[in-house]
């Protein structure tokens, strides 16, 4: 009896620890709609995602603030920063740090740090200070196997209705590449004002993919269609078109 009594205390115990590592990493998915919260951030306090209906959203985390990595990538977002804005894209940052670490940080940043051609950035863009970590646990960012007190590099995209579309995660060591997070944000763009998807590799200006047709009545349509030269076929399901983005 007893050693049935041990065995069921031991399950009950990893029932829990599985439990809370799964609340710890609790990680909202293409499709979902992206929790609400309200926060302070270096432009003010915000109201997410009600701030920004109509806009698309990146969302990204970083390990913490005055580190070398986080600073290169702050660079760069800052210096691409009105590119994303010129595709009606906000991009908010956080990381488990409170305000004033982010304000001295950014100060830091654009008075003293020169790196890759870049110097003097104003990072303008709004920083969640999130020092209990409650908006880092709300997307998963916060994951226990890498840190139990620094964000990963977490990426989430999110659509002018709220809904998040792509969701990339980076370890603390390795910085992000900021032309690929753009590529994707505008092939994404293109898909949902198109209704077309995008081939591997695929850089804006190229070829897109007609979606495949449901039907063998379709099928058929789509071959006359690549036989007519509307579109280029390589098989009925695999057809692609030329599409004008800018």
């Known amino acids: 009896m007893a050693r049935v009594e041990r065995l069921l205390a031991g399950m009950s115990i990893l029932v829990l620890l599985t439990s809370t590592l799964a609340s710890a990493a609790n990680i909202p998915l293409i499709g979902d709609r992206a929790p609400s919260f309200t926060a302070p951030t270096t432009q003010g306090t915000i109201n997410f995602p009600d701030d920004y209906k109509g806009k698309w959203v990146i969302l990204f985390s970083h390990p913490a603030d005055f580190t070398p990595v986080c600073t290169t990538e702050f660079m760069t977002f800052g210096a691409m920063d009105h590119e994303f804005a010129a ?27 020169e790196w890759n051609g870049m110097k003097g950035l104003a990072i303008t863009f709004p920083v969640i200070a999130d020092p209990m970590g409650n908006v ?5 960012m916060l994951q226990p196997g890498a840190s139990g007190t620094e964000a990963v590099r977490a990426v989430f995209i999110i659509n002018p209705e709220g809904i998040v579309t792509a969701v990339l995660y980076y370890p603390l060591t390795n910085g992000r590449n900021m032309d690929e997070i753009m590529r994707l944000l505008i092939s994404l763009q293109t898909s949902a004002k198109h209704g077309v998807a995008t081939p591997a590799n695929w850089q804006p200006g190229d070829d897109v993919i007609v979606p495949p047709p449901g039907s063998c009545g379709g099928a058929a349509e789509r071959i006359k269609q ?3 030269g509307e579109i280029k076929c390589l098989d009925w399901f695999l057809c692609f078109k030329k599409l004008d983005v800018n």
């Open 226 to 228: 690549g036989e007519a």
């Open 136 to 140: 880092a646990k709300l997307f998963g």
């Open 87 to 113: 595709r009606n894209c906000q991009l908010i940052g956080l990381s488990i740090d409170g305000v004033y670490s982010h304000i001295a940080w950014l100060r830091t940043i654009q008075e003293k740090i």
